[in-house]
């Protein structure tokens, strides 16, 4: 699979596509020559992020309003990855994390974020390989995280969502791979987007250091997709901590994990 926009067909999906990483990635692939269908709740922002890419780029760019936490939304979506209209790339981007512990969680809550988070990706994956395989030709990346690899987020199920995101990202890419497909887990650390904020989530005392920026996230993903990457962790200083993840003794993680926003403090016991 060529990610280089070598017919007029060549399109990508991006789900989650009007804020953060996922306009990131609509960004660039609108400037590298890709003809775009962007999937987002907001039909507004859907819109408005349509019109600044075909004023700028002069490409096709459709729009999908659909909430993806839905089995309906889901379906919109799928209908359109089963389309006479190939994909050529999906970038399953969309997700939430809940700014409250497991113990102060509602069921309600904790559905929505797996809906979104793993059922949705299960689904948009599973309907955008099927034509893929057939043609020998496509891949997709799954938005995922570094806070995947470790409960660093101590109450939080956001972690346990992503780790199934690139769990099942590595497993399904070596099943696709013999089909000239490629599936990739993208995990990035923190990222200056609207994630954050839109949670609820307080970040103002993480160092400078720690953040990246949404594009050089996505240069980076793409590179590694071309090299036939499984998983892609952007930046060296969130490799270090993979391995870091990856290989530290739990009693350690538990230790030094710094994202306290699933903790319940004392007052709340």
Not at 15 to 25: E, K, L, V
Not at 71 to 76: F, P, T, W
Request: proline share 4%; net charge positive; glycine share 8%.
């Amino acid at each position: 699979m060529t990610l280089e926009s070598t017919t007029p067909e060549r399109r990508a999906l991006v789900t989650g596509a009007t804020s953060g990483i996922g306009a990131a990635f609509v960004r660039r692939l609108a400037a590298d020559g890709w003809h775009l269908v962007l999937v987002a709740r907001d039909a507004d922002r859907l819109a408005g992020m349509a019109e600044e890419l075909r004023t700028r780029h002069s490409h096709d760019v459709e729009t999908l309003s659909a909430d993806l936490s839905t089995d309906d939304g889901c379906a919109i979506v799928e209908q359109r990855l089963a389309s006479d209209s190939p994909i050529h790339l999906v970038v399953n981007n969309a997700g939430i994390s809940l700014n409250k512990p497991f113990l102060r969680s509602t069921a309600e809550d904790e559905a929505r974020l797996l809906r979104l988070n793993v059922h949705a990706v299960m689904r948009l994956t599973l309907a955008a390989l099927r034509p893929m395989t057939e043609r020998r030709d496509g891949a997709v990346i799954n938005v995922s995280s570094v806070a995947g690899f470790g409960a660093v987020m101590p109450g939080s199920t956001y972690s346990a969502s992503k780790a199934w995101v690139t769990n099942f990202s590595e497993s399904v890419g070596q099943s696709a791979r013999p089909f000239g497909v490629r599936v990739m887990a993208l995990c990035p650390g923190y990222t200056r987007t609207e994630f954050h904020e839109r949670a609820g989530i307080n970040m103002s005392k993480t160092p400078e250091w720690m953040w990246l920026q949404a594009e050089d996230v996505v240069d980076e993903a793409l590179r590694d997709l071309r090299k036939g990457k499984l998983v892609s962790v952007p930046a060296w200083k969130y490799k270090v901590a993979v391995a870091g993840l990856r290989h530290a003794p739990r009693r350690l993680l538990e230790v030094v994990s710094r994202d306290t926003r699933g903790r319940i403090g004392r007052e709340e016991r």
